[in-house]
């Protein structure tokens, strides 16, 4: 599996929905590959810190959430894609 396909399927992988061969290559991969680990890691924080600003969107936004993502949110927001 190269880089791009782990892009490419780590919803079904997050969601189990990735069949097992894939699955296999997949962590397979990710046993390997610092970088996709990386990018798993950021992609599961983003998936945390954004379930969280839902469950209480009225709360001051936490200390590690960057800057550029602040703002990034509120600019979607004005625009409408909330």
Do not use: N
């Amino acid at each position: 599996m190269t880089c791009r396909q782990l892009t490419d399927f780590i919803t079904d992988y997050r969601s189990g929905a990735l069949p097992a061969d894939e699955r296999a290559q997949f962590e397979a991969h990710i046993a390997e590959c610092k970088d996709c680990v990386a990018y798993l890691a950021s992609y599961e924080d983003t998936i945390r810190l954004a379930r969280r600003a839902l469950t209480h969107p009225d709360d001051p936004v936490p200390p590690d959430v960057p800057e550029t993502l602040v703002r990034a949110i509120l600019d979607a927001r004005r625009r409408g894609g909330r």
